[in-house]
């Protein structure tokens, strides 16, 4: 495991750096393109810092869920309004969006999946430890992106044959939407590969009685009742664990 994932990590580098290199000698849009570089970056900073990473194997408060599943949610928006635009192009329906209502449709759409998206990955990772709950999202954010790209490259392959289409921009569009979710899925697995073994020798911890305090994590076995550290209250259901 510890070879794999220093490959992984190696293999993620190198996409990154081949994909900036691919549009830096290839596409005009340089500028555009390291814009979206960044903000994929920070994305899957905040989905991994923001569910905190003291005590792996404890579960994730609420606030702190809050973070992971809302960008995992905008993810599985995007792959959704990929799939979409790429359907209505395969099925002769895309002049829906070049009317105004169309595009207003489309928008409120998205903004709908967001949030419903966000509950559901809520209601499914809301009792589970960090490092289980991180790991579920970045496998349903890479699971999705496969079931996407399995609808729009033969979706794509079909409108780019038609006659007087050289190449169907809706199509490729949702492609790319599945191929960015993939990648910003990628980097969060990688971490998560290098936090398994944190997330083993505390759940061992765990098994032999410790009692960590939620508030600063000091370790409560000498007193059960209050943090000798922070001041803060054990509960009984912090002290069973």
């Not at 070879?3 to 500028?31: C, E, G, Q």
């Not at 044959?161 to 199509?171: F, M």
């Not at 910003?184 to 997330?199: I, Q």
Request: charged content about 15%; some cysteine.
């Amino acid at each position: 495991m510890l070879v794999w994932r220093w490959f992984f990590l190696a293999l993620y580098v190198a996409l990154v750096v081949a994909a900036t290199w691919f549009a830096i000698d290839f596409f005009d849009a340089t500028a555009f393109f390291l814009i979206c570089l960044a903000v994929m970056l920070v994305a899957q900073a905040l989905f991994i810092l923001g569910a905190g990473t003291i005590h792996l194997c404890r579960p994730i408060r609420r606030r702190r869920l809050v973070m992971p599943v809302a960008v995992a949610g905008l993810m599985f928006t995007v792959l959704l309004g990929g799939l979409t635009v790429a359907m209505l192009e395969y099925f002769k329906f895309d002049e829906i969006l070049d009317a105004d209502w169309g595009v207003i449709a489309f928008w409120v759409t998205m903004l709908a999946s967001w949030l419903g998206w966000g509950v559901i990955l809520f209601a499914h990772t809301r009792e589970l430890a960090r490092f289980r709950a991180l790991t579920r999202l970045a496998h349903m954010l890479i699971a999705g992106s496969l079931a996407e790209l399995l609808a729009a490259v033969p979706a794509h392959v079909v409108v780019s044959r038609r006659p007087g289409c050289l190449v169907g921009i809706g199509t490729m569009m949702g492609i790319i939407a599945g191929l960015c979710v993939m990648a910003f899925a990628f980097g969060p697995a990688v971490v998560l590969l290098f936090l398994r073994p944190r997330y083993r020798r505390e759940q061992m911890e765990a098994a032999a009685g410790a009692v960590i305090c939620e508030t600063c994590g000091y370790d409560c076995r000498a007193n059960r009742e209050r943090c000798p550290e922070c001041g803060a209250l054990i509960s009984p259901i912090q002290d069973r664990r």
